[in-house]
T-cell receptor
Framework: AAGVIQSPRHLIKEKRETATLKCYPI?????VYWYQQGPGQDPQFLIS???????DKGSIPDRFSAQQFSDYHSELNMSSLELGDSALYFC??????????????FGSGTRLTVV | QKEVEQNSGPLSVPEGAIASLNCTYS??????FFWYRQYSGKSPELIMF????GDKEDGRFTAQLNKASQYVSLLIRDSQPSDSATYLC???????????FGTGTRLQVFP
């Protein structure tokens, strides 16, 4: 079965650079969620989209922005990168709105390293 | 106080034993509760979710929920070395998309 696809798998950027992470949800899933997991930390909710509109927002820095496109894939744009942004970034998708009620499937993640 | 609390472990059990993982939560608005398994450097994998008081069984796994005590647990029967991972407890909050995760319990199953 198709899963949530994230790209790239690994990304190395320098401080103050910009990074773009991509997420392709499971086919027919219309809701996408982004999480950040720092080393030894639990995943922290960043933002979510339902039918291309932002549906919920968590602890996402102002330097980050995200959007969902007409094909339901999503991109997380991160600017003015800081060393503390080094983390695993996971995307998840669900078929229904408020998929948090039933749990959702995570992608393999993008490991971002800021040097 | 974190909204979802877990003992970080490690919890060490011998192969074939029952592993018992515990989690407490503080927000009574939490609706559903989840257990995710995460291997180092990998993404969390959903094992089970529960939203009603009582027990829910799936194969070797049993989730237990006690809303009055704000307590969730996961029992793993016949533990295998391949079960060695970090187990994340998570709670959903009413009318939001977010899952609130605990910091996870590291389980080690030794042969």
């Amino acid at each position: 079965a198709a899963g949530v696809i994230q790209s790239p798998r690994h990304l190395i950027k320098e401080k103050r650079e910009t990074a773009t992470l991509k997420c392709y949800p499971i086919p027919r899933h219309d809701t996408v969620y982004w999480y950040q997991q720092g080393p030894g930390q639990d995943p922290q909710f960043l933002i979510s989209f339902y039918e291309k509109m932002q549906s919920d927002k968590g602890s996402i820095p102002d330097r980050f922005s995200a959007q969902q496109f007409s094909d339901y894939h999503s991109e997380l744009n991160m600017s003015s990168l800081e060393l503390g942004d080094s983390a695993l970034y996971f995307c998840a998708s669900s078929l229904e709105y408020r998929g948090s009620n039933y749990g959702y499937t995570f992608g393999s993640g993008t490991r971002l390293t800021v040097v | 106080q974190k909204e979802v609390e877990q003992n970080s472990g490690p919890l060490s059990v011998p192969e074939g034993a029952i592993a018992s993982l515990n989690c407490t939560y503080s927000d009574r608005g939490s609706q559903s509760f989840f257990w995710y398994r995460q291997y180092s450097g990998k993404s969390p994998e959903l094992i089970m979710f529960i939203y009603s008081n009582g027990d829910k069984e799936d194969g070797r796994f049993t989730a237990q929920l006690n809303k009055a005590s704000q307590y969730v647990s996961l029992l793993i029967r016949d533990s295998q070395p391949s079960d060695s991972a970090t187990y994340l407890c998570a709670a959903s909050i009413y009318n939001t998309d977010k899952l609130i995760f605990g910091t996870g319990t590291r389980l080690q199953v030794f042969p």
